[in-house]
Structure formats: structure tokens, C-alpha cells
T-cell receptor, first 122, second 110 residues
Framework: EAQVTQNPRYLITVTGKKLTVTCSQN?????MSWYRQDPGLGLRQIYY???????DKGDVPEGYKVSRKEKRNFPLILESPSPNQTSLYFC?????????????????????FGPGTRLTVL | KNEVEQSPQNLTAQEGEFITINCSYS?????LHWLQQHPGGGIVSLFM???GKKKHGRLIATINIQEKHSSLHITASHPRDSAVYIC????????????FGQGTRLTINP
């Protein structure tokens, strides 16, 4: 089954204790992203990756790190979590944009989301 | 002012009604996405479009590039359509940097 998996799904931790949220996709997608979702602020992009070893900052990268050593995995690292990083986190993947693709093919560049990780930092 | 604005923020309707959710954006874009977030939290991509109109079942998405506006329509709405609908735009062709609207919470009553 084509899917994006995240672990853990729920995590309660304390300020300053390093943690990693894993993200893995089995669709051989080039693109992967991390988002956080907060009440009143909606979804915001943290980091994204266009391919292995290629990552770039989204709108809210402060306090986060990512790596893309393999195509299927895109872990999110919080070196020193703080309470303002309490949030719902989503990982997503999508296939690479291909010039000349049929415009009626709705699955091209479609985003596939993981189930989310609810993080609480005390 | 947010780069992506959705309206309405909340919408309640009766089963069977025709639903329209609007998305306006203020920057040049290469593509616009419509997403659905279920009450349980999961997010599903409904459409990605850069021009014209797309249809999938009872869902129709349209975009007007000149007016910087997109609409998501649901025909013959059903309680299972109750969800938050989110509009997002990507500015550069093929780019993965997305900017999101605040979402529209839709409730369909039986």
C-alpha cells in the first residue's frame, strides 16, 4: 500500500530533550516536506526536500533540523525542544514535477500526507 | 494580510446543498492545491491545478489565474463531506514551498 508513515504518532517530552520524528514513504517520491499545524495559524511549512541531500527552509524552520540521506526517509530533528514547538506535525511526499505532463492527470505533484504526530513539549 | 485567504471560515449546510468554498491569493503562483482534513486529523490531497477546471466525483475545482481566485464546489453534499478544506499555493513551477490558507470548516447536517 502506498503510504507515508510517521513515528511516533504521539509524544510528550520535556524542554531541551532532543527528539527525532521519523517520516518514511514507499512511493519513490523525490519531494518531501514537513509542516506544523497550530490553532489559528493553520498549516505552515518547516522544511522541504527536492531530492536526496537537497533540503531547504520553509516558512518556520527555526528550532528544527532535517536530513535526507535516503530517498524514502526525511526525519525531523528537534535538538532542544521548547514549549512553543508543541504542535501537530505532518510529513508529506510528492512525485517530481515533470514538464509536459498531461494537465488532466490530477495525481501529478499531488501531496501525500502522513497521519500526523502530536507533540507536546512541557 | 495573508497571501492566501479563504472564505468562508465556517460553513454549515443541509445535506444535498451545493457548496462553494473560495480561495484568493495575492502572489503569482504556479499551482494551487485543495486539501481535505478529516475530523480525525488526516489530510488528503483533493486537487492540484494550474488552470481551468478539474472534477472528481462530486467535487469540482476551478481556478482563474487572472483574478487570482479558485473555488471548490461540492455537489449533492453529504454529512461525510464534513471536514476542513484547505487551499495552498506554490509559487514556483514544480516547487514544493507551499503557503496555506486558514481553512474552511464545513459541516453538513443530515
Amino acid at each position: 500500500e502506498a503510504q507515508v508513515t510517521q513515528n511516533p504518532r504521539y509524544l510528550i517530552t520535556v524542554t531541551g530533550k532532543k527528539l527525532t520524528v521519523t517520516c518514511s514513504q514507499n512511493m519513490n517520491h523525490e519531494y518531501m516536506s514537513w509542516y506544523r499545524q497550530d490553532p489559528g495559524l493553520g498549516l505552515r511549512q518547516i522544511y522541504y526536500s527536492m531530492n536526496v541531500e537537497v533540503t531547504d527552509k520553509g516558512d518556520v524552520p527555526e528550532g528544527y533540523k532535517v536530513s535526507r540521506k535516503e530517498k524514502r526517509n526525511f526525519p525531523l530533528i528537534l535538538e532542544s525542544p521548547s514549549p512553543n514547538q508543541t504542535s501537530l506535525y505532518f510529513c508529506a511526499s510528492s512525485p517530481r514535477f515533470r514538464q509536459g505532463s498531461r494537465p488532466d492527470v490530477s495525481s501529478y505533484n499531488e501531496q501525500f500526507f502522513g497521519p500526523g504526530t502530536r507533540l507536546t513539549v512541557l | 494580510k495573508n497571501e492566501v485567504e479563504q472564505s468562508p471560515q465556517n460553513l454549515t449546510a443541509q445535506e444535498g446543498e451545493f457548496i462553494t468554498i473560495n480561495c484568493s491569493y495575492s502572489v503569482g503562483i504556479s499551482a494551487l492545491h485543495w486539501l481535505q482534513q478529516h475530523p480525525g486529523g488526516g489530510i488528503v490531497s483533493l486537487f492540484m491545478l494550474s488552470s481551468g477546471k478539474k472534477k472528481h466525483g462530486r467535487l469540482i475545482a476551478t481556478i482563474n489565474i487572472q483574478e487570482k481566485h479558485s473555488s471548490l464546489h461540492i455537489t449533492a453534499s453529504h454529512p461525510r463531506d464534513s471536514a476542513v478544506y484547505i487551499c495552498a499555493v506554490s509559487r514556483t513551477q514544480g516547487a514544493q514551498k507551499l503557503v496555506f490558507g486558514q481553512g474552511t470548516r464545513l459541516t453538513i447536517n443530515p
